[in-house]
């Protein structure tokens, strides 16, 4: 939503797994929220110390919001919770609403969300990395089979 918690540690998940599956070349990663209320700001406190207890930086991060640009320059856009996936669905053009997915889809959960931890506990945000892992991991699985099948992988 305001691009401070799960995507953030999403994104920083998610190029760790690629690069440990040999894709880190090949598919480029981003992270946005629907929302602009936090548009500038470092990821949230508490996931910057998760990251920093799981080897991660997000030092770098600053928070955006989505542009309707990125629905043609990404190939796949992926929503977090079902609120965020009816936002994106709504800015995005018609071509691209397939290409927006539940990350915990991947994980064979097509009806499961990533909960929010952002009014939480440092409890809520290692739950919430959970999930983003488990999601990250299905994804991972997915382009290697599109890699593997000949499907070029792009940003």
């Known amino acids: 939503m305001g691009n401070i918690c799960r995507s953030p540690l999403a994104a920083v998940e998610a190029g760790r797994a690629f690069a440990a599956a040999g894709l880190g070349g090949l598919v480029g990663i981003d992270s946005a929220g629907t929302l602009d209320f936090h548009a500038g700001h470092p990821a949230d406190a508490r996931a910057r110390s998760l990251a920093a ?18 629905f043609s320059r990404f190939d796949l856009v992926i929503a977090m919770d079902r ?5 994106l669905r709504a800015l995005a053009p018609p071509q691209a609403s397939g290409r927006i997915r539940l990350l915990l889809e991947f994980a064979g959960r097509p009806r499961d969300e990533v ?10 945000f290692d739950a919430s990395f959970g999930q983003i892992r488990e999601g990250i991991a299905g994804l ?16």
Request: without cysteine; negative net charge; aromatic residues 2%.
């Open 53 to 70: 207890d799981h080897g991660m930086d997000l030092g770098a991060h600053r928070a955006r919001q989505v542009e309707i640009g990125d």
């Open 83 to 87: 609120q965020n996936l009816a936002a």
């Open 115 to 124: 909960a929010d931890p952002y009014s939480g506990t440092r409890a809520d």
């Open 140 to 155: 991972t699985k997915h382009l290697l089979r599109l890699h593997n099948a000949g499907h070029r992988l792009t940003e």
